[in-house]
């Protein structure tokens, strides 16, 4: 048989082989029978001695392309096991990725510390900064510094806590306003974020809550930017097509005082009751502060003037987040405060 | 206050409906706090009469009354035990409709047949609550249509007084308003009465010109007391005044009616025609209209016959002084009292009363005289009595109450308060339309203002509330410059907080107040500082001086209700005093129990106690870096004795972590495996933090040896790591613990423990004599120091 016929018969046994084979393992075995030192092409060109050497170059070519057809074969099936095994390997070590996340998740802020964080930001774009002051105060910076003098009819609304050495658990966060006017000269910008205490019989009430208090104290500070700066937060607060309304009031810390009401969030302002059938919710009281306070920390109220509002946290908390009862926001149930 | 929109109609032509009338009191200052229909919708009950009252022969409660309502007789049983023969009383017959929608049928009572019911003020919705039937006036006539009648159909606005606003506190004070606000005249009642100009027998005696600037008194003689006209129930009950007789309904329908609170005492009492206001004395007493024998506070004002108390100034009358049945003359008193004395008063008595409530807020002092002649009319009309001289009066014109007030205002002022552009005559026409008088820059506050009116700024609100605060501009303030940075507490607050959140710990608020017990089971020993007065139980009566107690009570509340796994933590001030001072501390603290990670399903991740400390000591690491925290020896009591550690940065103790003290932990029934962390953020922020500068690390390779050290389980491993950092090579990069074991293999007492140790020097290769020798020495030190072999 000449070698060309050999190499021929070679490849056409081979082929099969190559592409019946199921394990890498037994393609190598099938290469090196082949293809190997002691494999048949071996073999077969050890019969190039006997042939002319005019024909040795063609013969060599002919054993090179078969040499080559064979390769490829096997390389093409090495590749084609590799990737199946593989895919086989990976199946067989997968994990159940549907089985839930493990770790710690994440905890959760009281939602009163987060309505505080929101209106903090939101007034420190128009550059309100935080200050604080004392829980039990002396009743000089609760009232009396805040034009509440001891026979004050409006000592009545504040239902006020005593400590046995005389001192007062403050009942507004106003009392830092004096502190702060006292220690620094206008201009003043702050918010006084805060826990207040009211010592009120009534089961709507908690005997302590959370207050934010605003001053702006400056020269020619007027009733327009308090309604602007009021405007502006209550907007950021309930959305920008919140309606907003100013209504005259009293405190005895500011002169002219209003309140301020935001039409209902629960009912759109249809009336229902929570808003009392009126379609507005009282949200924060506020006012150009009174001379007699400027007076106390020696400021000249014909110099300077200013504003303060006063906003209750609870109920912005309760009404943004549909909180039906503030005794919610005091058990501190877990189921509750997860929720948020 | 309530207001009568009906009564209110007769004082000012209000153009609107209630609804938006209240509307319009509100967005001018008057805080409407409710607008409430009553007595509507009532129809089949007439004016009937009593004619036989027989006791039913089944139920000792119940009577069987014949009753005639001026063309037929009916059958009633009734329960009410204030009726009696000759009554009139509304009567809804059969086919009538109550309030609430209630229908009146045929029916029978105990096997007796009854065609109707006799009807109290709450049965045809004019009152909360009755005395049994109404009774009215002997000479109602009967069948009348008793709805249109008594007009029981009105509407009540319920006002809430402004501090500052006691001139709200009358129909004529609210009249005023709306007719301000409609621009609008107030129709003022008229007064008439036979006025005798002859001398007055009574004498007025004064002693407190500075309590009682004014006090009038008139006698009126032939009097007869007896039922109301249904016209004034009616106004009294919409007031939420209960009809008396004809004497102390008049002098309260004169204080609904202008606010000035009145007082008619039977005339009999003063033997000597001679009234005193004086101060009561140490010790005195007297007996109140309720029946109550006082101690007065000395210092109280009080008016007397000449020599002995018969009423509180201002507060309350004496049981015998006032009017009777048995009255035929009377004194009407009218007068002012000093707002603050009348406070002190209410405060030290406890006794509030319609009166005293106005004068504490401070009347009109020119209306007195007004209010005066009001009720001698009306005793007059209503109880045929007959004025028998001249109103006698004690008067301090040289008091600031009498004092007329003239307040110096410019436009310029206004506007410059308001941000608005008011107009001069835009202002002077709103003032005038409160009744202020406006002249070369000056406005003279009307007398029933004279308390709230203090400034110009009190003028710029009073216009800015009728032009209507819509008319100011709305405008935000300029921009401030720098704004200042958070106090580092406050940064710290926010910070900390945030990183416990991630590391899944929830946020607590919980009340300030704790009970003694609670303060003594977390060792705190409450002062005058931190106790409260007047605390609603003692259970809140203390200021907390740490956020345990709160944080146990949060746990052991959870726990009840099925919660498991739990990371709470608070921050916030606690309370606490030093030599008098008041301290007030933010104080950062948590509480945890249970597993570290709750939705751990895997068993080989199951907690231990001792990995859960340790977790969050790590925690505690990671919460608080940059600061470089480190542990020591703690103390508390509040927590285990040796499973406890204080935190330490630096030399400044921050804080403490540890076990509960089981003792604690059983008192509050939680688990005694909870684990507590407190950091006083105050002192850490005081802590500074140093920024980090580069240290530059090899390029040469490290060698890594370890040790394998049997120890007894008393030795503390930072024992071991001590030695190991004093002995060990300058060489030594990194020492880590990276196997730790107990078996019952290495003995009950013992277990092992494996350090490794990081070689590497920053200008060479180290050979292994570099390593081998210095490693050799510390194993030898080891061994030397501590009662430990290597294994
Ligand atoms: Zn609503």
Redesign the interface.
Known sequence: MSIQSQLDQMVSEASPLIAGCASLVELEDIRLQFLGKKGALTEILKGLATIDAAERPAIGMAANQAKTALSTLLDDKKSELETASLAAEMVKNAIDVTLPGVGTPLGHRHPISQTIDEISQILGRLGFAVEEGPEIESDYYNFEALNIPDDHPARDSHDTFYMMSGHVLRTHTSPVQVHVMEREKPPIRIIVPGRVYRRDADASHSPAFHQIEGLLVDEKVTFAELKGTLDYFLKALFGAKQSVRFRPSYFPFTEPSCEVDVACVLCQAKGCAVCKHTGWLEILGAGMVNRNVFRKVGYDPDQVTGFAFGVGVERIAMLKLGIPSIKLLTDNDLRFLKQF | MKVSFNWLKELVNVPVGPAELAERL????T?V??VQPVGQDITGVVTARIESIERHPDADRLVVTQIFDGTDTHQVVTGATNVFVGAIVPLSKVGASLAGGFKIKESKLRGVPSNGMLCSETEVGVAAESNGIWILPPDTPLGLNFSEYAQLSDTILEIGI?????DCQSMIGVAREVAAIFKLPLKMPDIKFSDSNSKSEWTIRCEEPEFCPKYTGRGMTNVKVGPSPIWMQRRLQSGGVRPINNMVDISNYVMLECGQPMHIFDASFFEAKTVGIRFATEGEKMVTLDGVERRLPAGTGVITDGTKAVAIAGVMGGETSGVSDKTTAVLIEAAYFH??KI??AMRQTTLRSESSVRF??GIDFKAIEWASDRAAGLVEALGGGQVTGARVAFVNEQHSAAQAKKIAFSAAQIN?????EFSEAQIADALKLLGFSVENGHAIVPTWRLLDIQ?W??L??EV??IVG??Q??????L???L?????PV?KLQ?QL??R??????????????ISPEDAARCGQTP??????????APE?SI?AASHLPRLLN?LA??LN?Q?HD???FET??V?G?QS?E?Q?TVELAGLIEGR???????EG?QSPQVYRYLTLKSTLESVLAPYKLTFSAGNSPQLHPIQQQQLTIGSAVIGVMGQLNPKLAGQYDVPATSLYFAINLNVLATVSVETPKFAPFSKFPSTRRDIAILAPKSLPFSDILTVIHQHKSPAVTDVFLFDFYESEKLGADKRSLAVGLVYQDLEKSLTDDDVNKPQEKLVAKLTELLPVTIR
């Open positions: 509100s967005t001018s200052g805080e706090e409710s402004l501090p500052n606003r006691g707002p603050s406070r002190s504490e807020k410059g308060l308001l941000g608005s400034e700024p009190d710029a609100e800015a509330r605060l819509d100011i501009v709305t405008r935000l303030p921009p401030n410059g704004m200042p940075e958070p106090s406050r926010t907080s945030k416990l959140v991630t590391a899944g710990f929830c946020e607590i608020r919980s009340l300030p107040m002062g005058a500082e931190t106790t409260m007065q007047n605390a609603f809140e200021m949060t509340y959870n209700r919660q739990i990371r709470l916030g001030q309370f005093a008098g008041i007030e570290e990670t709750p939705s751990d399903y895997t991740l």
